[in-house]
């Protein structure tokens, strides 16, 4: 099973010197020590796609107050650890979804809420939306439902960060390995019209934008 | 309402009642602008509600209805005209309710209907859409979505629910029998040993 644990040369570098003073087992007790704190400290950003966006205001505030559990919703996907895609997605707004994804900084995880996003829902017939969200952006957690609990929606989250505390391989990085898979099926559905991504040289967009 | 009958009367059109609140002016298509402005400034419907569209296939035609109301709002006037369907072009009522913009820009994109004199005929809630337009009745929805988003591929453990229960039952059915066998046959080798255990007592 492969690390959670993210940043490859400060990575390698720490465990060399580490291996040199004798500590080697110290790597992998830090490691745990980063995947506990990570659990326990995820930020959200709440993209409210569908019916699924008013489960989660009792979600975050004081009747089932998710933030016990160290889960707190943040202003910008910049900051956020996690973002919640809460019901079905028409292709407009999958491409702002995966604008928003790729915005965020690693380790990155989503879950979806409802059964949109697995098969389609009740909109599997709609000329405007997509059924399987998987085929353009990984996804970590399926809360099912139509619409889910709060509780389930919090079931969700503990069953997040358990794969977190255990260093489970992410969603993310899956889209790193996958990329072209990916990027692929988004061009499918989206006919080519999505913005360059992140990993774009914004000032060489003319030779191909590749940094 | 009589007084817009008789008004109507003098453009040579007629007013049909549907009921008390809602009434159908059906006019020509080379009329239709002038209509319009004369409902706006001469009669007072000051409200456009809205513009629909209704795709008559079989006619080869659009029929094109414009809802409008008075200031009392008191009833609604329905001003219906037909279109060629195939090279569907409409003049823009933006000029007289402003709001008609934003209705002929969802009925570009949802029927295809071309508005030459419109100001900003871009993309409303489809975004960057290349197909035929998807409110058109020749539009085969499914087999653009089955095109499109093929359904997920069946769990392997996604069983039948009839035969998982007729399998259940019979399962059941024949432990019940086996456990009945087996009290049969334990009571018979009990009857067996019983005499023995009698006349064990009996000592």
Redesign the interface.
């Known amino acids: 099973m492969e690390s959670g644990f993210h940043g490859s040369d400060l990575d390698s570098s720490l465990k060399c010197k580490l291996e040199e003073s004798g500590m080697a087992n110290t790597h992998a007790i830090m490691e745990k020590a980063v995947n506990w704190f990570r659990s326990r400290s995820i930020f959200v950003v709440a993209y409210g796609t569908g019916c699924g966006a008013i489960e989660m205001p009792p979600t975050f505030t004081s009747r089932y107050d998710a933030e016990r559990m160290g889960v707190v919703g943040v202003a910008t996907p910049r900051q956020a650890d996690l973002i919640i895609l809460s019901g079905y997605l028409a292709?407009?707004t999958l491409?702002r979804v995966i604008r928003t994804y790729e915005q965020m900084q690693r380790p990155k995880y989503v879950i979806t809420l409802g059964s949109c996003p697995?098969?389609?829902g009740m909109y599997?017939?709609?000329?405007?939306?997509?059924?399987?969200l998987d085929d353009y952006i990984p996804v970590d957690v399926y809360v099912t439902g139509c619409m889910p609990r709060p509780e389930s929606v919090i079931e969700g989250f503990v069953l997040l960060q358990e794969r977190i505390k255990n260093g489970e391989k992410a969603g993310w990085q899956k889209y790193d390995e996958n990329l072209k898979f990916y990027k692929d099926n988004q061009k499918r559905?989206?006919?080519g019209?999505i913005d360059p991504s992140y990993e774009t040289d914004w000032y060489n967009l003319e030779n191909g934008g590749v940094a | 309402m009589i007084d817009l009958s008789s008004k109507l009367e003098k453009l040579s059109l007629e007013l049909v009642e549907k009921n008390a609140h809602l009434y159908k002016v059906t006019v020509k298509l080379e009329n239709l602008e002038s209509i319009l402005l004369s409902f706006l400034n001469e009669f007072g419907y000051i409200t456009l509600d809205s513009i629909n569209c209704r795709d008559d296939l079989e006619e080869g035609l659009f029929t094109i209805t414009y809802c409008l109301q008075t200031e009392k709002r008191d009833h609604v006037v329905m001003v219906q005209t037909s279109i060629d369907r195939e090279n569907a072009t409409l003049p823009s009522m933006h000029t007289l309710w402003p709001q008609a913009e934003i209705m002929e820009r969802e009925m570009h994109e949802m029927f295809g209907v071309d508005f030459p004199t419109h100001p900003s005929l871009i993309d409303f809630?489809?975004?960057?859409w290349?197909h035929m337009p998807?409110m058109r009745r020749d539009?085969d929805?499914?087999e653009?979505?089955n095109s499109?988003?093929?359904?997920?591929d069946q769990r392997g453990d996604n069983l039948d629910v009839k035969v998982e229960m007729k399998k259940r039952r019979e399962e059941k059915k024949a432990a019940k029998l086996k456990a009945e066998q087996e009290a049969a046959a334990k009571l018979a080798a009990q009857e067996q040993q019983n005499p023995d255990s009698e006349a064990q007592n009996n000592e």
């Open positions: 292709y407009k491409r697995i098969n389609g599997w017939d709609s000329y405007n939306t997509i059924k399987k559905v989206l006919g019209h | 809630a489809l975004e960057y290349e998807p539009f929805t499914l653009f979505v499109m988003n093929p359904f997920r």
